[in-house]
């Protein structure tokens, strides 16, 4: 074994690369991340829009408190601070005839808060609120086993959930959590995240929001936190290969040719550049070879520069009726007036549509339920399309996620679309990350083969 600590090489600077690295560093490797972008944050990130100077994010993004492995990163990175959190559970929808209603926890004791919330739910008859209850604690209750194959749609008629309820509680929740339809959507990952966010208790269920724009959340505390911590960031070194030989991988290759040397891999990339990276040898080998059946599904953000606030008194708005889902308020503009941003998950029925077009269907959305914002000069409008957002979470695509090893022993995988147990989220991408860079430490270190990896939300 050389005198040197193992170096590891991390691909990908997003949530699940940045996590890889620093707990990598901190196990003692030596850690050179590549990213192939000039700057870090992957599907995560921010930019300064050239009209105004604002600085806006690619889609809002929301984490909750049940995100514990992303928020114990934000901790480790000193950015904790930068999220604004509910002091409890509070999500307002809207509908056009039936106006605004919340599905907000009362004081309650921890445990009863976010069921609680589900019983003063105005927006659903009180019939139709018990059955939300019951069906709830059903579907959270039901083994994983006996959820795989079934979407959400399936899960919700077999646990009795009228039309009503699906179409102002259920559906906009799953859409929001699996970017995904619920006609297709995978039901497991769904009940995985009742159990975890709105059966865990009152700090599980509250939401927060970035306080700055989600590039500053976390990119350079992160960078820096890797560098104190002895680790290398590249940016702008797009990984082309791996150099394998009969032990494992030898090295990645950059498309400019330089080879990186390394003890241990972790891939920390979309499943798409996953898959054009690897080596012909590895592509026909499973696990690979069932990820290019996984497709994607998009998100489309539109965002809104009005001349005056419109407020509906909290961070976000569910939008009810129509095709626009969530409103998010971005507060002050830097030349004056407001900013409000709109996202839309599983938003195939755009991919036609022009960016006015989109943007006048948001508008008209969201005006139907506040009625103010017809009053208001809209001054800008920007539509943000992720054609990749997510992968798309279908049960056949939940059925061939892998996990973090691979039958290479000194290769592993990351991203928000390992197994977990979870959606595509930032959580899954930590705890996924985490996990591959514990397991690239002991491949590093000793050349030994890791036990088995378990999913973590799995069977819970
Ligand atoms: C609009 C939108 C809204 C979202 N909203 C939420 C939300 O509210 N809450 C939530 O939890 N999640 C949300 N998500 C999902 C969340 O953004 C992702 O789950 C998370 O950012 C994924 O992180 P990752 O590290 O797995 O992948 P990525 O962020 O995609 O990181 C992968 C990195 O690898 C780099 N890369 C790719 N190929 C190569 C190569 N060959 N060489 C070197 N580098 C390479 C990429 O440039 C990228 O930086 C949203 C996503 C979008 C798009």
Not at 44 to 68: E, K, Q, R
């Amino acid at each position: 074994m050389s005198a040197l600590p193992p170096h590891v090489a991390v691909v990908g600077g997003g949530f699940a690369g940045l996590a890889a690295a620093i707990r990598l560093a901190r196990g003692g490797a030596r850690v050179t991340l590549l990213e192939r972008r000039p700057f870090l944050g992957g599907r995560a990130y921010s930019f300064t829009d050239p009209a105004t100077g604002d600085v806006i994010d690619n889609g809002p993004h929301a984490l909750m408190g049940a995100y514990t492995a992303a928020l114990d990163f934000l901790g480790e990175i000193g950015a904790a601070s930068k999220l604004a959190f509910q002091p409890r559970l509070h999500v307002t929808l809207a509908d056009p005839a039936l106006g605004l209603g919340a599905v907000v926890a009362p004081r309650v004791p921890g445990p009863f808060q976010a069921p609680a919330a589900l019983l003063r739910y105005r927006l659903l008859s009180p019939g139709d609120r018990l059955r939300l209850l019951v069906g709830a604690v059903r579907l959270a209750a039901r083994p994983v086993a006996s959820l795989r194959e079934h979407t959400v749609a399936a899960a919700l008629a077999m646990a009795g959930q009228s039309a009503a309820a699906c179409a102002r509680f259920w559906h906009p929740l799953a859409i929001a959590t699996l970017n995904e339809a619920p006609e297709v959507a995978a039901a497991a990952p769904f009940a995985a995240v009742l159990r975890k966010a709105f059966f865990a208790g009152a700090r599980a269920a509250r939401f927060a929001v970035p306080r700055v724009p989600l590039s500053e959340l976390y990119t350079a505390d992160a960078q820096r936190a890797l560098e104190r911590a002895g680790g290398t960031v590249v940016t702008g070194a797009a990984v082309a290969t791996l150099a394998l030989d009969p032990g494992g991988v030898e090295a990645v290759v950059l498309r400019d040719g330089t080879r990186v040397e390394a003890d241990a891999v972790v891939l920390a990339v979309p499943v798409a550049a996953l898959l054009r990276l690897l080596p012909p040898a590895l592509r026909h080998v499973e696990p690979f070879r069932a990820l290019a059946g996984v497709a994607t599904s998009p998100i489309v953000s539109v965002h809104l520069w009005l001349d005056r606030a419109v407020g509906w008194g909290a961070p976000f708005l569910g939008l009810l009726g129509g095709r626009a889902q969530w409103l998010f308020d971005c507060g002050p503009a830097t030349g004056g007036g407001h900013r409000l941003a709109s996202v839309t998950s599983g938003a195939r029925f755009w991919d036609a549509a022009s960016d006015d077009e989109i943007a006048a269907e948001v508008l008209a959305d969201a005006t139907a339920v506040l009625p103010a914002l017809s009053a208001v000069r809209v001054r800008r409008t920007l539509v943000v399309r992720e054609r990749h957002a997510t992968l798309s979470l279908t049960p056949a695509a939940d059925a061939v996620r892998p996990g973090v090893e691979t039958p290479v022993a000194n290769l592993f995988l990351a991203g928000d679309w390992i197994q977990t147990g979870l959606p595509a989220t930032i959580e899954g991408a930590v705890i996924a990350g985490r996990a591959a860079a514990d397991r690239a430490l002991l491949a590093a270190v000793s050349g030994a083969r890791p036990e088995a990896w378990q999913p973590v939300a799995a069977g819970v």
